[in-house]
T-cell receptor, first 112, second 115 residues
Framework: KAGVTQTPRYLIKTRGQQVTLSCSPI?????VSWYQQTPGQGLQFLFE???????NKGNFPGRFSGRQFSNSRSEMNVSTLELGDSALYLC???????????FGPGTRLLVL | DQQVKQNSPSLSVQEGRISILNCDYT??????FLWYKKYPAEGPTFLIS?????DKNEDGRFTVFLNKSAKHLSLHIVPSQPGDSAVYFC??????????????FGQGTRLTINP
């Protein structure tokens, strides 16, 4: 069974731009969560989606948003990029909320 | 406010010996705990988990112990192998009223297994 896939794997943007990252969960998994990893803050939860609805949200500004499609694929968007948004963005999928999460390889975003 | 702490940023163990990774938490509402392993340029890989109603869970070479009164959990790897060299993250979670969870991670411990 294929694992969680994320595209693109690497991305370079400049301040003020916006970016959209994509995540395809493991087949049959319906819950998708997003995390940000930085050297200073570690791994931090962004949000979780299930049945196209955001079920849980971390402490990030409104510039960070996401959505989930009917096929469980998810996208996250960051608007008005700041230098501090440079990070590894990880997507994790699970069968449903409350079950074990399996991570993708991540998208490394660099904001210049 | 770091709710999950891994106080050892690194640990070095000889091949064949036991590796013990520690994790402390502050939020007594956490009801599920997990360990993930992470190699560079890859996402975290799930290793083992434990519910707050248990105090031990074993899976092959990996055993997780939970001490709720001390708000402490540990991961034991026996015997340690060179392929175990990676960064290990402890994570804790609660389930909200919608059944959704968010993982709260520790800062990670870099484990190096020496031949």
């Amino acid at each position: 069974k294929a694992g969680v896939t994320q595209t693109p794997r690497y991305l370079i943007k400049t301040r003020g731009q916006q970016v959209t990252l994509s995540c395809s969960p493991i087949s049959g998994h319906r819950s998708v969560s997003w995390y940000q990893q930085t050297p200073g803050q570690g791994l931090q939860f962004l949000f979780e989606y299930f049945s196209e609805t955001q079920r849980n949200k971390g402490n990030f500004p409104g510039r960070f948003s996401g959505r989930q499609f009917s096929n469980s694929r998810s996208e996250m968007n960051v608007s008005t990029l700041e230098l501090g948004d440079s990070a590894l963005y990880l997507c994790a999928s699970s069968l449903k909320p409350g079950t074990t999460q399996y991570f993708g390889p991540g998208t490394r975003l660099l904001v210049l | 406010d770091q709710q999950v702490k891994q106080n050892s940023p690194s640990l070095s163990v000889q091949e064949g010996r036991i590796s013990i990774l520690n994790c402390d938490y502050t939020n007594s509402m956490f009801d599920y705990f997990l360990w993930y392993k992470k190699y560079p340029a890859e996402g975290p890989t799930f290793l083992i988990s434990i519910s707050s109603i248990k105090d031990k869970n074993e899976d092959g070479r990996f055993t997780v112990f939970l001490n709720k009164s001390a708000k402490h959990l540990s991961l034991h790897i026996v015997p340690s192998q060179p392929g175990d060299s990676a960064v290990y993250f402890c994570a804790a979670t609660t389930i909200n009223f919608q059944g959704a969870q968010k993982l709260v991670f520790g800062q990670g411990t870099r484990l190096t297994i020496n031949p």
